[in-house]
């Protein structure tokens, strides 16, 4: 299986920017479709973003599209998430997850511990 670690949350302003990084480790030869999710207190999981196994193809949760921006660099087993103009709605735990098959949620089944990101008012 592969092994996920976030990494780059932390607490910010309305308006600011924040990047974070999900590193790759363990089983990394097969290709994979990376994912961003979040989970908001009392709230279920929710897609944010996903990208295709060589990043030529990109998903966005309508909440953060012209906002966020997800990317890959393979080369270092490392997927991206540029958060750009965030919001009080935002706050959540991040994570990362990783499928081996489709870019259909249900096949995001290995997940990283998750990053607090908190965007205050």
């Known amino acids: 299986q592969v092994q996920l670690v976030e990494s780059g949350g932390g607490l910010v302003q309305a308006g600011d920017s924040l990047r974070l990084s999900c590193a790759a480790s363990g089983r990394t030869r097969s290709s994979y479709a990376m994912g961003w999710f979040r989970q908001a207190p009392g709230k279920e999981r929710e897609f944010v973003a996903i990208?295709?196994?060589?990043?030529?193809?990109?998903r966005y949760a309508d909440s953060v599209k012209g906002r966020f921006t997800i990317s890959r660099d393979n080369a270092k087993n490392t997927v991206y998430l540029q958060m750009n103009s965030l919001k009080p709605e935002d706050t959540a735990v991040y994570y990362c997850?990783?499928?081996?098959?489709?870019?259909?949620?249900?096949?995001?089944?290995?997940w990283g511990q998750g990053t607090q990101v908190s965007v205050s008012s």
């Open positions: 997850a990783a499928s081996l098959l489709t870019m259909m949620v249900s096949d995001f089944n290995s």
């Open positions: 990208i295709s196994r060589m990043g030529s193809s990109t």
